[in-house]
């Protein structure tokens, strides 16, 4: 079946330092994928996405990076900071032709002082 | 900005109890979900909908009912609660393919 997963379920990073999370998916046809961030007591926030047309898309101290070769899915985290200590989950579509998305169980970043 | 509200944002509920779990988005969205959210098994889908009336189960309906009287507004209902249904319950709404999901702030449900 479809999966998205997670290579790491905690990371603890220095502050200041770079944050690398990463994400592995099963279906080749996903055409999108997203990444969320979910802090603690609170409902999931989209970060950023990136189309499968592309093989990198920056934001604000945030990177996307998608390998479709191997389908695998990075977020990298410039300069981490301590109110970046949360769950990250990348996110892909699913193919039955609904608006459903599969969700990846999450990596807990926590950020050392 | 989309903006997904949820009734309450911590609830205690007794065994066998009727639970009603609101949720509402102000951005015309059609798209709508619930979700139960588990330390360790992530987002788990409940039920979603796709227009007023109309809902589909999703990976996990047992014990769950839905309600979609109008498109602002997906009700997510615990007919007799149990403590299996204790969770963080999240909802969501969706524009539609190639857009994100985007989700409220989430109710922690406990069932004593």
């Known amino acids: 079946g479809e999966s998205v997963g997670l290579h790491l379920p905690t990371l603890s990073v220095q502050e200041g330092d770079n944050s690398i999370i990463n994400c592995a998916y099963s279906?080749?046809?996903?055409?999108?994928f997203i990444w969320y961030k979910q802090e603690s007591g609170k409902g999931p926030q989209f970060i950023i996405d990136?189309?499968?047309?592309?093989d990198k898309r920056q934001g604000q101290r945030v990177t996307v990076l998608l390998n479709k070769t191997v389908k695998h899915l990075s977020l990298q985290i410039a300069a981490t900071q301590p109110g970046d200590s949360a769950v990250y989950f990348c996110?892909?579509?699913?193919?039955?032709?609904?608006?459903?998305?599969?969700f990846g169980t999450g990596t807990r970043l926590k950020v050392l002082a | 900005d989309v903006k997904v509200t949820q009734s309450s944002r911590y609830l205690v509920k007794r065994t066998g109890e009727k639970v009603f779990l609101e949720c509402v988005q102000d951005?015309?969205?059609?798209?709508m979900f619930w979700y139960r959210q588990d330390p360790g098994l992530g987002l788990r889908l409940i039920y979603f909908?796709?227009?007023?009336?109309?809902?589909e189960k999703g990976d996990i309906p047992e014990g769950y009912s839905v309600s979609r009287e109008k498109k602002e507004r997906f009700s997510l209902i615990l007919e007799s609660a149990s403590t299996n249904q204790t969770s963080m319950y999240l909802c969501?709404?969706?524009?539609?393919?190639?857009?994100?999901?985007?989700f409220g702030p989430g109710t922690r449900l406990t069932v004593t």
């Open positions: 990136i189309r499968s047309n592309m």
């Open positions: 279906n080749s046809a996903s055409d999108y």
């Open positions: 909908s796709y227009d007023v009336k109309m809902k």
């Open positions: 969501a709404s969706h524009p539609g393919q190639g857009y994100e999901q985007y």
């Open positions: 951005m015309d969205h059609e798209n």
């Open positions: 996110a892909e579509p699913d193919t039955s032709g609904t608006y459903k998305y599969i």
